[in-house]
Structures are given as C-alpha cells and as structure tokens.
C-alpha cells in the first residue's frame, strides 16, 4: 500500500457541505454521485489533485459523528498551518488555534464542517 485513495464523511446536506469544503478550504468537485435521479454524494479534491475527499448524503451517520476528528489534513510546514489560521481567521470560520503536535509539529484544531465533524490541518 502507498497511502489513502481517499476518505468518505458523511453529510446531512450536500449543497451545504459542497459549499463549505469549497470556500473554507478550497476543494473543488471532480465527481457528483448520481443515484436513482437524485445527487447522493460528491468526489472533492485540491488544486493539486493529491487530497482527495468524498462526502456521502447520509444525515444520521454525520450527526453520530459531530464532535469527532476522524481526519487530519497534511500541511507541507508549520508556517502553513499558521498562515490556515490566519486565512480561516478573516473567513469568520471558527476554530480552536494552533497547538503542539505528538512530534513537536503544529496541529489547527477545532476546525468543524457544517455537520459538526472536526477537520485538522497538521504539519509534523
């Protein structure tokens, strides 16, 4: 194994968590899930095409998770993971600031979705 493909959240709504995961931290939609007629889940990745994530509309699985930080997003070095601080600073968005990490990196916490699902950005 290499690394993730890429990690699934679940949603209460689409459009919502589209618009947030796009404008907070910049991802943009590379596929929308089609079932049945109806839009059922969305392929979100960076600029870089490296971070790949995926949200699935399922209301009761993203409220079981509100509160937990299933993942960790790398940042390529500390300095960055300020300069998020900085950037989720003037979007209004907010968050629990920068804290030492297990290996002495820089770790932004409290950083949730609409659903209440914790994002961190991290830098080792």
């Known amino acids: 194994m290499s690394g993730f ?9 689409l459009a919502r968590s589209r618009k947030w995961y796009a404008t907070v931290l910049g991802l943009r939609v590379e ?3 089609i079932e049945d007629g109806a839009l059922r889940g969305l392929a979100l ?4 095409g490296r971070l790949r994530l995926a949200l699935r509309l399922d209301p009761v699985r993203a409220a079981a998770l509100a509160g937990f930080d299933p993942i960790a997003l790398e940042v390529p070095a500390r300095d ?4 998020w601080r900085v950037r989720l600073d003037e979007l209004g968005q907010p968050h629990g600031g920068v804290v030492a990490g297990h290996r002495g990196g820089a770790v932004l ?7 209440g699902i914790e994002i961190r950005l991290y830098a080792d």
Request: charged share 25%.
């Open 5 to 13: 493909h890429h990690v699934k959240l679940p949603v209460a709504d």
């Open 31 to 33: 596929i929308e899930f």
């Open 109 to 115: 916490v409290g950083l949730h979705d609409p659903d």
């Open 45 to 48: 990745t960076d600029a870089s």
């Open 80 to 83: 960055d993971v300020q300069a």
